[in-house]
């Protein structure tokens, strides 16, 4: 059981301003607790370990506490791993590569330019010598020079040839790593859905695409009901394997109607749904909604029942002024209705 876990129930009960005061109240403590200076990447971690955002931070923040090993160095990494996706040292080694590969080509280019050169120059010599009247033993040296120069610029043209096809296939290999490296970084490693990041990056896409077309698009921000209890239950293992199960449904479900599914963190994720109202998109969730509390769950290696998970949803459309974080704002506010209401239901946006 995490504190930060905790916390979250308790702020469900709570005004919105007086969960906002209990939080910060608990990132200070953890400040002082660990000797953390209140800076900006520090209280952004903790304010996210208090709210529970991300469940696998909160995982690792706990360990490290329990373990006695929750400092700035430790902290610092969480944030590498957790929160800021592909790290710093993974960019600069790759930046590094493509100024080695660089480096190469250009002193293989001006080596060849080098020996054309020398090649242009033995062969205007020998036009020079063949324009006057030339002994036969004179001869048979200029074109033995000749030759060895046709054989010298041959060796250099095969060198730059093989040069270059390493350089080929260097860049091919650079490019995967890059475009392994670019999706790691909007990849939320648990459930293999969009991270947090990757998510926001969708939605302003689709907004500027609904903007383009003149076509609706509605997003639902989803939060599976109860899930402490879930984690208090069975541990963190099985959680995780519940917000695997869950992720694959909405991507399943999602994909059907044409949407796109992302975890922001935690048990919340989010389903954009492009061409659809907000009562059209809910009307859809919803059906989501109902045939995922129909099924029980149960655990793969004994076959005991989990029992069944339900999630609660808000729904909200874009409106032309909308940023990807007032577009969540209110479908967040439509899923605190769904909660208050009673949960394991789908509310669409009022407003």
């Known amino acids: 059981m995490t504190m930060a876990s905790g916390l979250l ?57 329990a373990a006695g090993g929750f400092d700035l160095p430790a902290l610092m990494d969480m944030r590498v791993k957790h929160i800021d ?21 250009t002193e293989t280019i001006e080596v060849g330019q080098t020996n054309l050169a020398k090649y242009d120059r033995a062969l205007g010599e020998g036009s020079s010598a063949l324009s006057t009247p030339l002994e036969a033993a004179a001869l048979a040296e200029l074109l033995e020079n000749l030759g060895q120069a046709t054989n010298t610029m041959q060796e250099a043209n095969a060198r730059l040839a093989a040069d270059l096809a390493v350089a080929v296939t260097e860049a091919r290999t650079l490019s995967v790593k890059l475009g392994a490296a670019q999706r790691a970084a ?105 045939k995922l509390a129909s099924q029980v769950i149960r655990n793969a290696v004994d076959g005991s029942s989990l029992g069944r998970v339900s999630f609660s949803a808000g729904v909200a459309a874009d409106k032309a002024d909308d940023t990807a974080s007032t577009l969540l704002e209110r479908a967040d506010k439509a899923l605190y209705t769904a909660k208050r209401m009673g949960r394991d239901r789908v509310v669409p946006d009022r407003n």
């Not at 996706?85 to 080509?105: K, M, N, P, Y």
């Not at 969009?194 to 969708?202: A, D, S």
């Not at 609706?216 to 599976?224: F, G, K, N, Q, T």
């Open 186 to 290: 909007v990849t939320d490693q648990l459930t293999g859905l969009l991270n947090r990041r990757g998510t926001f990056q969708l939605i302003e896409q689709h907004q500027r695409e609904a903007r383009r077309s003149g076509q609706p698009v509605s997003l639902a921000l989803i939060d599976i009901d109860n899930f402490k209890r879930v984690n208090d239950r069975f541990g963190h293992a099985l959680g995780d394997d519940v917000l695997r199960f869950v992720a694959q449904h909405l991507a399943d479900h999602a994909e059907l109607f044409g949407g796109s599914v992302g975890r922001l963190g935690g048990e919340e994720f989010v389903t954009i749904i492009p061409g659809k109202p907000v009562q059209l998109a809910a009307s859809m969730v919803d059906q989501v909604r109902a």
């Open 9 to 65: 129930v308790a702020a469900e009960e709570a005004s919105a301003s007086t969960a906002a005061l209990a939080w910060f109240d608990q990132v200070r403590a953890h400040c002082v607790m660990h000797d953390l200076p209140p800076e900006p990447p520090v209280y952004d971690l903790l304010w996210r370990y208090v709210r529970d955002e991300n469940h696998d931070l909160s995982l690792a923040v706990d360990r490290a506490i």
């Open 85 to 105: 996706g592909i790290t710093t040292g993974e960019v600069a080694s790759l930046v590094e590569v493509v100024h080695d590969q660089a480096r190469a080509l």
